[in-house]
Every structure is written in C-alpha cells, then in structure tokens.
C-alpha cells in the first residue's frame, strides 16, 4: 500500500466513524428525550436504561452506515479537492480509478462489518431491544393476545379469540380445513393447550365438524391431542419479528412459512435480500460520493457537502419506495430490493464520465 492510499484510507475511516459517532449520539440523545417518560413511568433503573441502549445503539449505526458513508467520503473528498490535493494526485500520473482504491477498501471494510453485524450480531441484540420496547415503550404489558388467525398449511387455517402466552392457553380456538372456496372440516374447542411433556397441543371440549356435499358429521369429545404445526412462540406478537431473526434464523424461518403457504413470506424475503444488499450499498455510494467530491469548487466544500446530503436522502426515498414494492410482492421482491442500488449504479457511471481524467 502506497503513502496516499494510506493517506486517503486513514482520512476516510476516522471521518466515517466520526460522523456516526456524531449521529448517533444526536438520535441517542433525541430517543431517550422522547422516551423518558415512559422510563420513569415503569420506574426503571439506570442499568436497565443503559442495556437498552446498548442494544439500541449498533441498531442505529447500521440503518444509518450507507448515509454516513456517503457524507465520509463526500467531506474528505471535497476538503482534498479544494486543497488542490485531487490535482496534484491526477498529474502524478495516478489515473482516476487508482485514485480510488483506498476509497474501495475502506468501503469494502465497512461492507464486510456490515455484513456481519445485520447478519448475527444486531439480530441478537435486536432479541432484548424489542421485548423492552414491546413491555416498556408500546405498553404491551399484557399477556394475552387477542384475535390471532394463523396459516398453519396450505388449506389449514386456525384461530384464537384469545391467547395467553404466560400459560400457554388459548380460547375459543378453530381449525378450519379449505379447499378452494369449500370448507371441509372445522374443529373448534373450547380451550387449547400447550403440554410442555409431549410437546403437542391438546384440545378441551371439543367439536369437529366434517362436510360432504350437503351432508354433515359431527364428532364430539372432552380432550384431543393435536400434530398442529405451530409452536407457542408461533402465536406470540410478530412486531419487528424479522430484525430478531439472525441469517440461519431468517432461512429458517422463511422456510417454515413455505412448508405452511403462508401469505406474509415476501416480508421476511425482503429482510434477507437487503442483508445481503446492504453491504454493496456503500461501495456504490463511495463511487458516486468521490465522482461529486472531486472537482474543485470556487464556493468550497460545503456545496458538496450539502448535494451529498441531498443524494443520501434521494437514495432512502428509492429503498423505501423499493422495499414497499417489494413486500406488497407487485415487483419481484429481488429485483425490487437491488433495485435502488441498479439505479444509482447507472448514475455512478453516467457521473464517472464526466469527470475529469
């Protein structure tokens, strides 16, 4: 490695990770003014605070890595442009895509912790950070759940007027077998409950009921053991369930959905293919960010710095707009996903040629 690409890689890192030190402390420090009074509503102790955000802070550095790289490489690059450094750089001899190197290693070392954090590390962390939000910050404090329908195969379908998940009880529950637009059998119980020895369902006070044509056959009985292929955890709340899941959990998962017909796989397909996404998001950024920065600018850098801004938030309007295509499945939810990268890839190298070489 040569002096400058030493130079520009040590410039680049210690501004990426200043800039989301600098970010995340100001979303930190907003989050817990707006969260304070549900702190002190649940009395909660300062080592309780802190695990939370302990949680809650890696979260915030990973939603924000492509914007903060972005903004890195446009403020070093700018600054090296207006100290005529880019010039000097270029008339050595150095062509404009070996200029960029050090640029594309500090990317690719940011991608490759990106990676590994939304893949295995933030998931996990994500696991306590959710539950304190779900009993603390969205008063979900109560352990029963209420009207829960659930897919259990592709013509299965079943149903919970109540559920607690302390004891793993539901009411009023229905199993609903349909085929086309024609139910054939409906077992409904009065209770169902989880048996922790056998590790199976059991229904109390039961009823099925079978249709064939016009004729119906009804069988009743007091207790019922089940092979539902559902478990406890399936019926608990599914809020931010997907940000839980590390990559193994994710295929998991997604595969049980698949095995069941499930109709809300394209969400959790979706979480996979931006993990995988993500990482090139900020070697694409670096690309643009250096092809904008490059230029000398009579006004200095802050014009940059501000257009950088303004791309940054062009690129969050595309994966917004992308990942809702992409899980309201209208668009292949791969393509969909990859899509604001595809984009501004073509812009990076419709940019690329207007720069000076």
């Known amino acids: 490695m040569k002096l400058i690409d030493q130079y520009i890689l040590k410039k680049f890192l210690s501004t990426f990770f200043f ?4 970010l995340v402390a100001i979303v930190t420090v907003i989050d817990y003014t707006e969260k304070n009074d549900d702190f002190l509503e649940h009395n909660l102790g300062f080592a309780e ?13 990973s939603l924000i890595t492509p914007i903060t790289v972005f903004i890195a490489v446009v403020f070093v690059t700018s600054g090296m442009a207006g100290r005529t450094e880019i010039i000097a750089i270029l008339s050595s001899g150095v062509s404009f895509i070996r200029m960029l190197v050090p640029y594309f290693m500090g990317a690719a070392f940011i991608a490759a ?3 590994l954090l939304n893949g295995w590390i933030i998931p996990n962390a994500n696991k306590d950070r959710i539950a304190f939000e779900l009993k603390y910050i969205k008063k979900m404090t109560s352990n029963d759940d209420k009207d829960i329908h659930i897919k259990v195969a592709p013509e299965l379908y079943a149903y919970m007027e109540r559920y607690n998940s302390m004891s793993d009880v539901g009411y009023r529950f229905t199993l609903e077998r349909i085929v086309g637009n024609e139910m054939l059998e409906k077992l409904s119980a009065r209770r169902i409950e989880w048996d922790t020895t056998h590790t199976k369902w059991k229904l109390k006070e039961w009823e099925l009921h079978t249709f064939d044509g016009s004729k119906e056959k009804i069988e009743k009985g007091n207790e019922l053991d089940t092979a539902l292929n559902i478990l406890p955890k399936d019926l608990g709340t599914t809020y931010g369930l997907y940000e ?4 193994p959990e994710l295929n998991q998962h997604i595969a049980i959905l698949r095995e069941r017909g499930g109709n809300d796989i394209p969400v959790y397909q979706v979480e996979e293919y931006i993990r995988y996404m993500s990482p090139f ?6 690309f643009i960010g250096v092809i904008m920065s490059a230029r000398k600018s009579r006004g200095g850098s802050g014009f940059q710095i501000a257009l950088g801004f303004f791309i940054a938030f062009l690129y969050i309007i595309f994966y ?6 992409a899980e309201a499945n209208s668009l292949n939810p791969l393509f969909a996903v990859w899509l604001p990268n595809i984009i501004f890839s073509i812009v990076g190298l419709i940019l690329y040629n207007t720069v000076p070489r």
């Open 49 to 61: 605070v802190l695990g939370y955000y302990i949680d809650f802070i890696p979260y915030v550095a």
């Open 113 to 115: 912790i990106s990676f």
């Open 320 to 325: 917004i707009f992308s990942r809702s295509i």
């Open 244 to 247: 839980t899941l590390t990559l």
């Open 19 to 22: 800039v989301v030190f600098l």
């Open 281 to 286: 998001t900020a070697i694409i950024l670096t």
